[in-house]
C-alpha cells in the first residue's frame, strides 16, 4: 500500500511540474507585462488568466528531467521561470514607458508640465499629455494585434528557453539593460518634431522681445505657447503610429535575442 501511494504521488509530482514551470512563467509575465499586468486588472482574474494560459501552453513544453522540489536545483528553477516572464513583460513595457517620456519632455517644453493628473496604472501623478500618449499608444498595440503577439512570443518562448536552471544569461541581460536606453533615446525622437517647432517658437518671441521691449512676454509667449504647443501636437502625432511600430517590431526581436530564439 505505501508502494502504491509513493508511486501515485511520484506520477502526480511529475505530472504537475511542467503545469507549476509554466504557471511560473506566466505569473511573472502578468506582473509586468503592457496591457495584462495593469493594476486596474484585478489579481483575480490575472490569477484566472494565468491558470487558463498554463493549461494551454503546458502541454506544448519540451519534456525536461524530474527535479527535487525541495531542492537548491528547484529554487534556482523558480527563480528563473519569473525571471524570464518579468523579461518578457518588461521589454514591451519600455516601449510606452519612451511614450511617457516623450509625453513629458513636450510638456514642459510648452509650458504644460503643471497641468498633471494620477496615473490608475503607476499609482503616481504624470502630465496629460503623457497619458494621451499612453492611451494612444495602448490603442496602437491593440490595433496592432501586439497583444497576441506578445502572447505568441510568450508560447514560443517555452520552445526557445525550455524551463530548467539554466535560463537568462550574462549577455541576456546586457542585451535588456541595452534595451533601457530605448526609453530616453526613443522618447527624444518621439518628441523631437513638437520640442524643436516649440524652440523656434521661443526663439521668434525672444527676437519680439528685444525689438519691443514694452511687450509683456509672459502674457502673451505663455497661452502662445500652448496654443502653438497643441497645434505642434497634432501634427506630429502621424509619425506617431509609425514609432510606435518600430518600436514594437524591436521589443519583439530583442525577446528573440534574449530567449535566444532565431
Known amino acids: 500500500m505505501n508502494a502504491l501511494m509513493t508511486l501515485d504521488l511520484g506520477h502526480l509530482t511529475a505530472g504537475l511540474e511542467a503545469y507549476a514551470w509554466a504557471f511560473l512563467r506566466l505569473s511573472g ?18 490569477i484566472v488568466f494565468a ?6 501552453l503546458a502541454p506544448l513544453t519540451p519534456k525536461m528531467p524530474f527535479i527535487d522540489p525541495f531542492s537548491a536545483t528547484a529554487l534556482l528553477t523558480v527563480a528563473q521561470q519569473l ?30 508640465g503643471f497641468a498633471t493628473l494620477i496615473d490608475p496604472n503607476r499609482g503616481q501623478s504624470t502630465v496629460v499629455v503623457s497619458q494621451f500618449f499612453l492611451v494612444l499608444g495602448m490603442l496602437l498595440f491593440l490595433s496592432l494585434d501586439g497583444h497576441l503577439l506578445l502572447l505568441g512570443a510568450l508560447a514560443d518562448s ?33 518628441a523631437l518634431p513638437a520640442v524643436v517647432g516649440l524652440l523656434l517658437v521661443n526663439l521668434a518671441f525672444g527676437v519680439v522681445s528685444r525689438a519691443a521691449p514694452q511687450l509683456n512676454l509672459f502674457a502673451v509667449g505663455f497661452p502662445a505657447s500652448m496654443v502653438l504647443g ?11 503610429q509609425g514609432a510606435v511600430e518600430r518600436l514594437l517590431l524591436e521589443a519583439f526581436m530583442s525577446i528573440r535575442s534574449i530567449l535566444g530564439g532565431h
Open 29 to 46: 509575465f502578468l506582473m509586468i507585462a503592457p496591457l495584462f499586468g495593469q493594476t486596474l486588472v484585478p489579481g483575480r482574474v490575472k
Open 51 to 56: 491558470i487558463f494560459l498554463t493549461m494551454v
Open 83 to 112: 525571471l524570464i516572464g518579468i523579461a518578457i513583460g518588461f521589454v514591451v513595457q519600455i516601449v510606452f514607458d519612451a511614450l511617457l517620456l516623450a509625453g513629458q519632455v513636450i510638456a514642459n517644453t510648452m509650458g504644460l
Open 158 to 190: 517555452f520552445q526557445w528557453l525550455p524551463p530548467g536552471p539554466d535560463g537568462l544569461g550574462a549577455p541576456a541581460f546586457a542585451t535588456i539593460a541595452a534595451w533601457g536606453g530605448k526609453i530616453f533615446s526613443a522618447g527624444a525622437l518621439i
Open 230 to 240: 497643441f497645434a505642434m501636437l497634432m501634427l506630429s502625432l502621424p509619425s506617431l
